[in-house]
């Protein structure tokens, strides 16, 4: 071959390392009381590390779900079809637990593991990650009805995937969805126009047509629909106790930018049969118990990919050399990448840290600060995301532009959560309910966040400007979110300066709230020890 096609200076590729070597999470693990979860975790990082998980994932989001209507002879059978290795990334979430079987596990910290495992396991694939939080976030929701809930809490929370379309009580271990999302309504449920009949057995019959149901090869569904009483929650199983097939139409799959693996559909209701799930009219305040589960799986799942972007980056520079020396030693590429690492570590830690409240169901405060620092970091952290897999992508150069290198579709991912379970507005605007119908959270939330205290000046300066700005309640609509971005940050920041490497925690404060950081990564100032903060995402 001619010299001219001689291969150098290109990067190995990023696999056979344990994904759960993470210095942050890892210590979040052991602050939740989930230390006992560390040989799991590690065992499922090492998978994840693996060139075959990877490989996986790539050919599952090239090779993406299909939708069949109807079989050869035109009978209706609403199935979908997957790459085989869907359902290998399936099985290896809902064996190590990633779904439901954290609410029937009495150990200390089990939430707390469950989302360090999800967390660990999204950066193989993404798409899955879908069907497996909504399984989760059912369980609470469906206790509304204890009847419901003892016939298929157990199933649900099963370390068996068992895939295919048969009666959910005939079946090892059951998939679990959601489905509200109207055209007419989006986020604004109570504008949804399907309705909910009753029927002389106590069952219900749903006709409408749901806009965006995620997953629709699942087992069952919580949904919305409108009953005499009012908008209410209903379980709707794709096969009846009858055996038969539940009416639920698939009309089509959706084309998305990303999250390419999983199936999203517009569904129709023909007179489909539904029970319900809590009181009648109280549909919202039923599922909403879900909605704030989904909440925390898209901070997770934020984190997760930022952690991806931030290790995939230092990787590469580490082996790339440009004008005589590796890029990773180029002082300008350590400052962007530094920042990387600190946005990531930043949104990790205040993951697991609400991931740990979830424990704590019994605790008040607790609960209270988990309602609003999930709303407030459900925005943030989720908002963060983009921007941060965009520069990641860009360390790379032209590389990273190629799909080859994994990056675009890290690109692409990196919107949806904050668009799924309430978009920006939305969750900005949660963040400000919370604080009006719960002002016991605002108290909670600064409990935890003033527990840093005397730690580092400009948080403090930070945390009283916070303070001030919810003073001021004039217009507070209209700047909600720079309220919650402030409020994001400083929570962010007191579980830095608590438990954070020294280099992080100073990173985070010099630029966050030091004034002294620019609109783009890469704008540290000048003395903060990046070769340490890099370090915590250099594979070994």
Known sequence: MPATHEVTNQVPPLAGHDVADDPALVAGLERAGAGWAAEELHELGRLAGSERAQEWGRLVNENEPVLRTHDRYGNRIDEVEFHPHWHDLMTVAVSHGLHGTA??????????????????????????SCPISMTYAAVPALRANAELAARYEPLLAATVYDFGLREPST??????????????????????????????????????????TSAPMSDMFLTLAQAPGGLSCFLLPRVLPDGSRNPIRLQRLKDKLGNRSNASSEIEYDHAVGWLVGEEGRGVRTIIEMVNNTRLDCTLGSASGMRLGAVRAVHHATHRYAFGKALVDQPLMANVLADLVVESEAATTVAMR?????????????QAFRRLGLAVSKYWVCK???????????????????????????????????????????AALDALRAMGKQPESVAAFFAEVEQAAGGDARLDDAVDRVRKELTDLDGIEYRARRVVEAM??????????????????????????????????????????????????AVR
């Open 171 to 212: 079946k090892r271990g059951l998939i679990a969805g959601m489905s509200m999302t109207e055209k007419q309504g989006g986020s604004d449920v109570r504008a949804n126009t399907t309705t909910a009949t009753p029927n002389a057995d106590g069952s219900h019959s749903l006709v409408g047509h749901k806009w965006f």
């Open 103 to 128: 609410w029937q596990d009495p150990r200390e910290g089990v939430h707390a593991a469950r989302a360090a495992k999800f967390y660990v396991w999204g950066q193989v694939e993404a798409g899955h």
């Open 354 to 366: 609400l991931a740990a409240a979830g424990d704590r169901r019994g605790d008040a405060q607790e």
């Open 384 to 426: 963060r995301a983009p921007m941060h897999a965009a520069e990641a992508l860009e360390c790379f150069g032209g590389n990273g532009y190629v799909e080859e290198s994994g990056m675009p579709r890290l690109y692409r991912e990196a919107p949806l959560s904050s668009i799924w379970e309430g978009s920006g507005n939305v």
């Open 488 to 537: 994001a940050l400083v929570l962010q920041g007191s579980l830095l300066v608590r438990h954070g490497h020294p280099a992080v925690a100073d990173a985070f404060c010099a630029t966050r709230f030091g004034g002294d950081w620019g609109l783009a990564f890469g704008t540290l100032p000048a003395g903060v020890d990046t070769a340490a903060i890099i370090e915590r995402a």
